[in-house]
């Protein structure tokens, strides 16, 4: 089972229509496993940016309107988001190259020929690592969309979109095998307003911007699927209305005080008569349950929630509880 200090719960703070909101959104720390599995004996990862194009690439990139280097910038910021993600595993142990090598191919878009093994042992032997984690190519791209005038007022708003493709492969210098190889993409929509269409600067200040975001997304989004993460989520609980312990117990929780709050829904329930209340009681006590980590005691009050409540939420949040059990073994497994 997880250690229940990886679950942590924060009150989200809401505005709401109607004073007479039925539940509070909450949110809950969530481990979630890795898609792909490092050996076990990998304790020591070398990040290595090997994605340096040659003259050809920075002729494109200023026939196309960007800034020379921006890639290269780029492409750190990438590696970082690598970095930053994978340090928060801490059965791992990670390092960068200081140095950023020269692509195989010259647009440096695309995957080309692996890393001489020679080199990769080379560098694993120099970092004392265990595998090689490299990101073969990065491209970046950034384009206005459309120009649209304001109806009344004197002004534009620009729509543009950033996008960030990287390339990554994961070298074993003990097998001599490539044991992960993938690309990967993100992009994001912005827009801008201006009162002329003197864009052109702001054009490439808010690119910067969003490029920057992009490309760490990009380089986070790859580090989550070798290792494992937490992620906030969102959940639901239901108010005390008329029953005092429900009331109580509500109450315990949002001051993070969960096991009182298991007691006084336990004490709630029991006293309950109305099967809609019961319903909705139960519901919380899966919640709590899944706070304080017991999956199954969490799985068995949904499952009874939703039988006495039929409440539709009850059965997606019982989804939610499946899979994470479901994960939960994935966890375990690879400890």
């Not at 950033?162 to 912005?190: D, M, N, V």
Request: with cysteine.
């Amino acid at each position: 089972m997880l250690k229940s200090t990886f679950f942590y719960v924060s009150i989200i703070a809401t505005m709401c229509l109607f004073s007479c909101s039925s539940t509070r959104e909450m949110q809950v720390l969530v481990t979630k496993p890795p898609l792909f599995e490092i050996p076990t004996d990998v304790k020591k990862i070398l990040l290595v940016n090997r994605s340096k194009g040659n003259a050809v690439t920075v002729l494109e990139g200023v026939l196309t309107g960007e800034l020379p280097g921006t890639d290269k910038n780029l492409s750190e910021q990438c590696l970082s988001a690598v970095f930053q993600t994978l340090m928060l595993n801490k059965s791992l142990s990670i390092m960068r190259h200081n140095q950023i090598l020269s692509s195989s191919k010259g647009s440096s878009s695309s995957f080309g020929g692996s890393l001489e093994w020679d080199k990769v042992e080379a560098l694993a032997t120099q970092y004392n690592a265990d595998a090689i984690l490299m990101l073969e190519f990065f491209d970046s791209d950034y384009f206005i969309r459309d120009v649209i005038s304001y109806n009344s007022l004197p002004g534009v708003i620009v729509r543009g979109n950033a996008s960030a493709t990287a390339g990554f492969r994961l070298y074993y210098p003990k097998k001599q095998s490539i044991l992960y190889e993938k690309e990967f993409k993100s992009s994001q929509f912005y827009q801008e307003s201006s009162t002329s269409r003197l864009l052109a600067l702001a054009k490439l200040i808010k690119g910067s911007d969003a490029l920057q975001d992009v490309s760490f997304r990009t380089g986070q989004r790859f580090a989550r699927r070798i290792t494992k993460y937490n992620i906030w989520e969102d959940r639901l609980m239901y108010k005390g209305k008329k029953n005092t312990e429900m009331q109580r117990g509500e109450r315990l929780v949002i001051a993070n005080n969960w096991q009182q709050g298991v007691d006084s829904w336990l004490k709630a329930y029991t006293a309950s008569t109305n099967t809609t209340e019961k319903g909705k009681i139960a519901y919380n006590l899966a919640l709590a349950y899944e706070v304080l980590g017991n999956l199954r005691e969490a799985k068995k009050w949904i499952t009874t929630a939703y039988v006495d409540g039929g409440d539709k939420k009850a059965l997606n949040y019982s989804t939610i509880i499946n899979q994470r059990i479901e994960n939960e073994g994935i966890l375990t497994e690879k400890q």
